[in-house]
């Protein structure tokens, strides 16, 4: 098997270069959302029973960021695994890892995130921009 790429002395690899970058979203990801963390009234039931529309539009952006934050975390553990070869390099994570080298949004993200033509780094700061 041959490496990916030879580089000079002092340059980093593609591996060390995805790898800064999964620890860089890693940290720039937040927890999962909760209603907890939101206003009592945001949330609050009305006499006939139900929530107000912006409430229930609210809930259910909740549960899709909280899914695309998922996705993340997960891809990215499980990318860093295979880079430093504790799992196997499926096609998916190949596939990511060269999103991530080109500064693109892995397929897997975009598929289950809000629609966006942004490059990697600026996508990462609109979603903590939207999520914080």
């Not at 890892?97 to 990697?120: F, G, H, T």
Request: glycine share 4%.
């Amino acid at each position: 098997i041959q490496p990916r790429d030879v580089v000079g002395a002092g340059a980093k690899t593609p591996d060390q270069i995805v790898l800064d970058i999964v620890n860089n979203i890693n940290s720039i990801v937040p927890d999962s959302l909760t209603r907890t963390e939101a206003d009592p009234k945001v949330f609050e039931i009305n006499e006939r029973g139900v929530m107000d529309s912006m409430s229930t539009c609210l809930s259910q952006e909740m549960e899709r960021f909280n899914k695309l934050l998922s996705i993340m975390r997960s891809s990215l553990a499980t990318l860093e695994n295979a880079i430093k070869g504790f799992v196997v390099m499926s096609l998916d994570l190949d596939k990511m890892y060269q999103s991530l080298l080109n500064n693109q949004v892995p397929v897997m993200w975009s598929k289950a995130a809000y629609p966006c033509l942004k490059p990697l780094a600026s996508w990462v700061t609109d979603l903590q921009a939207r999520v914080v």
